[in-house]
């Protein structure tokens, strides 16, 4: 299974962008689909996922919205005004089931964002 993200750069204070990421392979089912950021000197922490229920890390609520395409086993990340504490290498993550296998977690290379004036 492979994970595929696209979408960071660079932006300005206030900005928006835009993240996406495509699961491909042998997938029987995705339950979890979400993203994960990493800032310099510091711990991944959870921004949003999507599954049974949608959760967002209190710092980006009302800023940030996921969303999901089942049919193609792809996540989304739309940010709007953004900050400079934004600033990370952003991953993509989904659990995947593949028949026989237990869900197993998977995970992109990473995709940096940006935010400085």
């Known amino acids: 299974v492979q994970l595929v993200e696209s979408g960071g750069g660079s932006v300005q204070p206030g900005g928006s962008l835009r993240l996406s990421c495509e699961a491909s392979?042998?997938?029987?089912?995705?339950?979890?689909m979400g993203w994960y950021r990493q800032a310099p000197g510091k711990q991944r922490e959870l921004v949003a996922r999507?599954?049974?229920?949608?959760e967002y890390a209190d710092s980006v609520k009302s800023r940030f919205t996921i969303s999901r395409d089942n049919g193609k086993n792809s996540v989304f990340l739309q940010m709007n005004n953004l900050k400079p504490e934004d600033t990370a290498v952003y991953y993509c993550?989904?659990?995947?089931?593949?028949?026989?296998?237990?869900?197993?977690?998977?995970w992109g290379q990473g995709t940096p964002v940006t935010v400085s004036s």
């Open positions: 392979g042998r997938i029987f089912h995705i339950h979890d």
């Open positions: 999507v599954g049974s229920e949608t």
């Open positions: 993550h989904a659990n995947v089931v593949r028949i026989p296998f237990p869900p197993t977690d998977y």
